[in-house]
């Protein structure tokens, strides 16, 4: 398998969200801003499993209709 190194891409993914933040607020991220943020973190990542769940899913009910079409039918 082919290692392209992807960390520059990840970094740049990171640096897209910080400067969507940004131009949402109108500032940088604010490290006393009150949050708690371990708190914050956690229902996030939850948030995450819910829509890496549903793709999941989709991904299973994709596969699950592909291998179907490939049964061939009894005559």
């Not at 082919?2 to 940004?22: C, F, Q, S, T």
């Not at 940088?28 to 793709?55: C, F, M, P």
């Amino acid at each position: 398998m082919l290692n392209k190194g992807y960390n520059l891409e990840i970094v740049a993914k990171v640096i897209e969200r910080l400067e969507k933040g940004k131009r949402e607020y109108a500032e940088e991220v604010d490290i006393h801003d009150g949050r708690e943020w371990i708190q914050e973190t956690i229902e996030e990542v939850l948030d995450a499993l819910v829509y890496l769940s549903a793709k999941l899913l989709m991904i299973q009910e994709k596969d699950k209709e592909h291998n179907r079409s490939d049964v061939p039918k009894d005559r």
